[in-house]
């Protein structure tokens, strides 16, 4: 079975810039999830759809965030503008089950 | 105050050792309890789930959680420098699907 896919793997902007991140998730599962990881801590959820609808979105950031899953397959997620803050890995998940999410590698975001 | 609290080590064992990971919570409504283990550079990946309080066994892993105490560990028997990696606890109310994560400990297993 593959895994969940995501690109690119890492990417250098600087602060004001967008950029956006791509997820594929396992065939099949409902439910995405983006989450963001900050060196040093566990991954916070960004944002949950089940198919193509947001389930929860509660910490996204909405001035500067934003996300979408077209057809209930794929996913991206933008920034826009990228702050310094910013810098972390962003991990797209992907589940049958809430508690067995599968996570994909992760692109590791740096804002200079 | 955070919900879910967790040491974030490093935590250094030589192969072979009992390790015992932990984190403490704040939230009672957490029902279920999950360990994610995280390699460098790669994403978590699910190694136990209990919603009960007790042990669950999977092989070198024991999963306990102590829900009167809001207290629930991890225990590797007969670590190998493969589990040298950072080991995340996770939990989630009993309707929600959103889970909420500790930082993570990073264990590190030496020959």
């Known amino acids: 079975e593959a895994g969940v896919a995501q690109s690119p793997r890492y990417k250098i902007i600087e602060k004001r810039q967008s950029v956006a991140f791509w997820c594929n998730p396992i065939?099949?599962?409902?439910?995405l999830y983006w989450y963001q990881q900050i060196l040093g801590q566990g991954p916070k959820l960004l944002i949950q759809?089940?198919?193509?609808?947001?389930?929860?979105d509660s910490q996204l950031p909405k001035d500067r965030f934003s996300a979408e899953r077209l057809k209930g397959v794929d996913s991206t997620l933008k920034i826009q503008p990228a702050k310094l803050e910013d810098s972390a890995v962003y991990l797209c998940?992907?589940?049958?089950?809430?508690?067995?999410?599968?996570f994909g590698p992760g692109t590791r975001l740096t804002v200079t | 105050q955070k919900e879910v609290e967790q040491d974030p080590g490093p935590l250094s064992v030589p192969e072979g050792a009992i390790v015992s990971l932990n984190c403490t919570y704040s939230n009672s409504a957490f029902q279920y309890f999950m360990w994610y283990r995280q390699y460098s550079r790669k994403g978590p990946e699910l190694l136990m789930y209990t919603y009960s309080s007790g042990n669950k066994e999977d092989g070198r892993f024991t999963a306990q959680v102590d829900k009167s105490s809001k207290y629930i560990s991890l225990f590797i028997r007969d670590s190998q420098p493969s589990d040298s990696a950072t080991y995340l606890c996770?939990?989630?109310?009993?309707?929600?699907?959103?889970?909420?994560f500790g930082t993570g400990t990073r264990l590190q297993v030496t020959l």
């Open positions: 065939s099949g599962h409902a439910t």
């Open positions: 759809f089940q198919n193509n609808g947001v389930v929860d």
């Open positions: 998940a992907s589940s049958e089950i809430t508690y067995e999410q599968y």
């Open positions: 996770a939990m989630k109310a009993g309707t929600a699907s959103k889970l909420t």
